[in-house]
């Protein structure tokens, strides 16, 4: 009767301890030194160390949760990509240890996991583009797998140089706009005006936080409740390679999307004055990723300002304005640029043989190119990657002595 007691108890007790590790959640994080705790007197003090302490005092259900904290200073987004996956060959490998295929493998598998990279893609020479791209990737593997995932925005570094730091700021922006509720917001109450650590919180390397700052970083986490938010919301649907070119007196327009919800629209507009548009033509989007293209065969004789209206279920968004000139007394036809490119089209077949000057605000001329155009391809593509994020003026000159200035925008 004793060893029935005994053996009835001891299945209780394992059927107890089973079930509470059944409902125990993880967290992991992967980051780089701010996250691992560097700037803080003691590891309690650092935002991830509060972070475990306000989940070690759960009352609801009696059930601590796990913070798993695989951040590691120093490390880059690189470096949580998949394990294989391919990447610019002087772009570091990424790490298994804590790296997204090292989260989908670990048992229990995590709930949520906060990534945060704040500064040292952009400090190492990576560009915006690359830290986003990668970002987004995590996103995706994540959330398709069903783990919650939330990215922290870049912060202030003074060590940085004034371009890298302009770059950081402009990431607060992009993370905050591509993920939306799952992005926390570092940079509000860390940064100065002039994109410079606030002396309050700066833990004294200029780079790193001190207890402070550390404690109102863990309260940004703590209101994103990351333990209840939805899995796999959809993310803000993003329009790329949005371009126009003129190709015998029409022109083509055409623009690839990613993250599209189901019944979405797209609105193809033109305007004269860039003031009062009308729409020219509808599509519906094809969810998803999606490649599209419309050609106005009767544009106007001189400005078209073009445009995308882009109706979601939620909202409604307009793209950025391109201008096409269809006027052959003119130069350039059409001037736009994105992160790494710019791109400019000629009129009809003048300027076979052009000189390109790139003028920064200062009047100095930081860039000069000679081209020779053949046959009729007018189209003209400059590498700016090398420009600081920053406005410009492109001047172009033919050889009969005829010049023309446009200014243009580096993107971050």
């Known amino acids: 009767m004793m060893n029935i007691f005994f053996y009835s108890t001891s299945l209780l007790f394992v059927l107890s301890s089973f079930n509470g590790l059944a409902q125990q959640k ?18 309690d003090s650092s935002w991830v160390g509060r972070l475990s302490a306000y989940f070690n005092r759960n009352s609801s259900d009696g059930i601590d949760t796990i913070v798993n904290n695989r951040a590691v200073g120093g490390y880059d987004t690189y470096k949580s990509l998949p394990t294989g996956y391919p990447h610019p060959v002087d772009r570091p490998d990424p790490d298994p240890a804590v ?11 995590a709930n949520a996991v906060d990534v945060s990279y704040p500064t040292n893609d952009i400090v190492y ?39 890298q730091r302009a770059i950081l700021r402009q ?71 949005w371009q126009a070119i003129l190709e015998n007196r029409a022109v083509k327009l055409s623009w690839n999307t990613t993250f599209e919800e189901s019944n979405t629209y797209f609105e ?49 968004s307009y793209s ?23 791109y400019l089209q000629l009129n009809g077949n003048r300027g076979r043989s052009v000189v390109l000057n790139v003028i920064n605000y200062s009047g100095s001329i930081i860039k000069q ?21 920053g406005n410009y003026f492109l001047r172009i000159t033919t050889p009969d002595g005829f010049s023309e200035v446009k200014p243009f925008t580096r993107l971050k």
């Not at 419309?294 to 939620?314: C, G, H, M, Q, V």
């Not at 006027?327 to 710019?342: E, H």
Request: proline residues 3%.
């Open 26 to 43: 993880k967290v992991t994080i992967l980051g780089s030194s701010t996250a691992y705790g560097t700037g803080a007197t003691v590891p």
């Open 99 to 109: 790296n997204i295929t090292y989260v989908l493998n670990d048992l229990p598998r």
């Open 125 to 163: 020479g990576y560009t915006a583009k690359e830290m986003m791209d990668n970002l987004r990737l995590m996103y995706q593997q994540f959330t398709q797998n069903g783990i919650r995932c939330f990215i922290t925005t870049s912060q202030p570094r003074n060590t940085a140089s004034d371009a």
């Open 171 to 241: 990431l607060v922006d992009s993370i905050q706009l591509n993920f939306g509720i799952y992005a926390s917001n570092f940079w509000d109450d860390l940064a100065t005006s002039d994109n410079l650590i606030k002396s309050e919180v700066n833990s004294g390397d200029g780079i790193h936080v001190n207890n402070l700052g550390h404690r109102l970083l863990f309260q940004r986490v703590q209101t994103k409740n990351i333990l209840s938010a939805v899995v796999g919301a959809p993310l803000p649907l993003t329009i790329k390679k």
């Open 268 to 316: 193809i507009q033109r305007s004269k004055d860039e003031r009062d548009f009308q729409t020219l033509y509808q599509t519906i989007s094809s969810g998803g990723n999606s490649n599209y293209s419309w050609t106005d065969l009767s544009p106007f004789s001189a400005k078209n300002y073009y445009r995308l209206k882009i109706i979601e279920p939620n909202k409604t």
């Open 320 to 342: 950025k304005i391109i201008l096409i000139n269809n006027d052959l007394k003119q130069l350039i036809a059409s001037l736009y640029t994105d992160a790494s490119k710019l």
């Open 369 to 389: 190119q000679s081209l020779k155009l053949s046959g009729s391809n007018n189209s003209i593509k400059i590498s700016i990657s090398d420009l600081p994020a």
